[in-house]
């Protein structure tokens, strides 16, 4: 799959488990467990103990798993994780860099980003999607919701402090998908290999998202727009509401 296609499917699941956790054996058993609960998708921390060799091995022996990199820091370890047949990158701070290589090698990128301009110029240096870190403490859904009015073309993904109480909340209020960590894998569960516990984490916060998209359909169900409308003015509609 091409980049474009990693977005798609990445935004019809709507879920990135970022794993962050302390072995490579943690991390292949967390892939594993996410994708047990039905979410494909897995973003491996940079940080990790042989990441580079985690990813490289999930995507030999698990073809349907979308796998990607997190935190990466630079163009350097970018290529590292290119070279091991990442899927996609992600970043915790916006660089530029970092972005623009993405885009060269057609591998999708998605960096972090916090503040209008951050995001703007991440969209500008051709980011698929643009994560917005830490999202929960800089004002949660509605500081999504208002980002969303000046920047409908942006697919934002919601990352930082996403947990089952707010994860609703940032869909409806426009977030194109959720990155969530330890809320997802708890780190007890890793360390007692409670596989079923993560897998039931991973539906949960699967239906959350489809019963708020589901949600936000209904809301214009009766109004016949294109698709690209209702994503444009669901939140410039719900900043009115919530006035």
């Known amino acids: 799959m091409n980049n474009k296609d990693i977005r798609t499917r990445i935004e019809e699941i709507g879920v ?86 993405a885009a060269k090698q057609g591998v999708a990128v998605f960096p972090g980003a916090l503040t209008p301009t951050e995001i703007l110029t991440a969209w500008k240096a051709g980011a698929d999607m643009v994560k917005v870190v830490p999202c929960a403490q800089i004002g949660g859904e509605s500081y999504i919701r208002a980002l969303r009015a000046p920047f409908p073309q942006i697919p934002l993904i919601a990352a930082g402090g996403v947990n089952q109480r707010t994860a609703s909340g940032f869909i409806l209020a426009g977030a194109a998908a959720l990155g969530i960590g330890s809320e997802l894998i708890p780190w007890e569960a890793i360390a007692l290999r409670e596989s079923a516990r993560i897998a039931e984490l991973s539906r949960r916060f699967l239906n959350f998202v489809a019963t708020a998209r589901k949600e936000n359909e209904d809301r214009y169900a009766g109004m016949q727009l294109p698709k690209e409308t209702v994503e444009a003015i669901a939140p410039l509609v719900m900043q009115e509401e919530y006035r």
């Open 16 to 101: 990135i488990p970022a794993i962050r956790v302390t072995s490579a054996e943690d991390a292949r058993f967390a892939a594993d467990a996410v994708s047990q609960g039905g979410i494909p998708i897995v973003e491996i921390a940079i940080t990790i103990p042989q990441a580079i060799h985690v990813v490289s091995d999930l995507i030999k022996h698990a073809p349907n798993m979308i796998v990607g990199a997190g935190s990466v820091i630079d163009k350097k370890t970018a290529q590292r994780c290119v070279d091991a047949g990442v899927q996609f990158l992600t970043t915790d701070a916006l660089d530029v860099e970092v972005v623009e290589f």
